[in-house]
């Protein structure tokens, strides 16, 4: 699924992990590594000291359904170590309670991964058998491609963060996506460059991941590094031509370049792939209009509206073009359209300025349309045209006050 992904002025597309029937979670297990618990540190503690022949460990993150009964969580901890003990020797593992059913494990001296791997299913068939209750759970190993010792426990983080997005039930083994799910995450925390690190992380093992490819391109974009961005986007764009969300951040680049041509010309190629994204449809209708192609423009604002209804830019803009960019004026529609840009804005200057003139071209509403003139006004004072409205409009409804007076006399 293709979100927005706002930094400023800078609107690029960005795929979320969370497509599909997948969910994020509510809470991030590898926010614990920003916050350094006690609890992490412990454990990365335990796990620098414990003697591990070989080196080859598995780690795990564990936690109970947070749907089960105030009565199973009391008694998870029992459980868990209960558990823990009954499939590990104590000699070839340790753990660590993260919270109340939350658990962190190390185990080691198994025969081959598969066999490790065996066990783990076996722990977690064991702790849902009995707390009657589901398992989340997230796994990482060591040795694996060139993360040390260390990493392996944030990892072990990164995957059970992973594994939620499906549901209180499963198990994932820490992978690229996982990264690009860690990086998601502190792309959100606004923590640009640890979000890049992470994807540079997430390509070290998925070269030609394109998500993670247009995510690092993305943070560069963001943090104003937009050239690193543009070779980001042409690699993905390379792997992959039709990627709609890379062309159209490829298209975004060159506007930021003010290169408005050329981004009118990957707009569309995004346009022809998908007409049912929102950013392309406004970006797309907003550059139109800049041009003054004003009935090309409108069908691409059109669609935008419809994409997002809380769009008041695209609302604006077409009010905008029907009050005076069309030969026919429509100023009746043209008040429509930036009534509902101001429901959703009501302090747009614009929409102020031009909806009170298209209720003064169709003589109605002349007090409202006065009071909205000011208002435009004052929010920019310095706009001539917004100064000429209002004066127009003042003299309309001077001289109709006027009229009505002088005939109230007359009478």
């Not at 209009?289 to 935008?304: M, N, T």
Request: aromatic share 8%; net charge neutral; glycine share 4%.
């Amino acid at each position: 699924m293709i979100h927005k992904f706002t930094s400023k002025e800078i609107h690029f597309l960005k795929a979320e992990s969370d497509g599909h029937p997948i969910q994020p979670p509510l809470t991030f297990f590898s926010d614990l590594l920003h916050d350094q618990t006690q609890q992490i540190e412990t454990l990365n503690a335990r796990l620098a000291s414990a003697d591990i022949p070989g080196n080859a460990f598995i780690c795990a993150v564990v936690q109970i359904s947070g749907r089960a009964s105030e009565k199973t969580k009391e008694r998870a901890k029992d459980i868990f170590e209960a558990c823990f003990h009954s499939v590990l020797d104590k000699e070839r593992g340790l753990w660590e309670s993260l919270d109340d059913t939350s658990f962190a494990l190390v185990f080691w001296d198994y025969v081959k991964e598969e066999n490790g791997s065996r066990l783990l299913s076996l722990l977690k068939e064991k702790i849902s058998t009995a707390l009657k209750a589901d398992i989340l759970m997230g796994v990482a190993t060591f040795p694996f491609h060139a993360f040390k010792r260390s990493d392996v426990p944030g990892n072990a983080l990164k995957a059970i963060d992973h594994a939620a997005f499906f549901g209180p039930n499963h198990i994932i083994y820490f992978d690229a996506v996982s990264l690009n799910i860690s990086g998601d995450r502190l792309y959100q925390l606004k923590h640009y460059n640890r979000a890049i690190q992470e994807y540079k992380r997430g390509l070290e093992i998925a070269p030609k991941n394109i998500n993670l490819i247009n995510s690092l391109g993305v943070c560069y974009g963001v943090i104003g590094e937009i050239d690193r961005a543009k070779k980001e986007f042409e690699k993905a764009i390379a792997i992959n031509p039709k990627e709609v969300m890379v062309i159209y951040n490829i298209g975004l680049v060159h506007r930021i370049n003010e290169d408005e041509d050329k981004a009118i010309l990957y707009l569309k190629k995004a346009h022809g792939i998908d007409q049912n994204l929102f950013e392309i449809e406004l970006l797309l209708g907003q550059l139109l209009f800049k041009q003054e192609h004003w009935d090309r423009s409108l069908p691409h604002l059109d669609a935008a509206a419809r994409l997002n209804p809380d769009a008041a830019t695209a609302f604006r803009m077409k009010g905008e073009i029907f009050l005076d960019k069309l030969n026919k004026k429509d100023p009746q529609r043209a008040g429509a359209e930036f009534n509902k840009a101001l429901k959703l804005n009501p302090s747009d200057a614009i929409s102020l300025s031009g909806y009170a003139q298209a209720m003064a071209l169709q003589g109605k509403n002349l007090k409202i349309a006065l009071t909205f003139a000011n208002k435009s006004v004052a929010l920019e004072p310095d706009s001539l045209l917004f100064k000429n409205r209002l004066k127009q409009i003042q003299e309309i409804y001077d001289r109709l006050e006027a009229t009505r007076t002088a005939t109230i006399k007359s009478a």
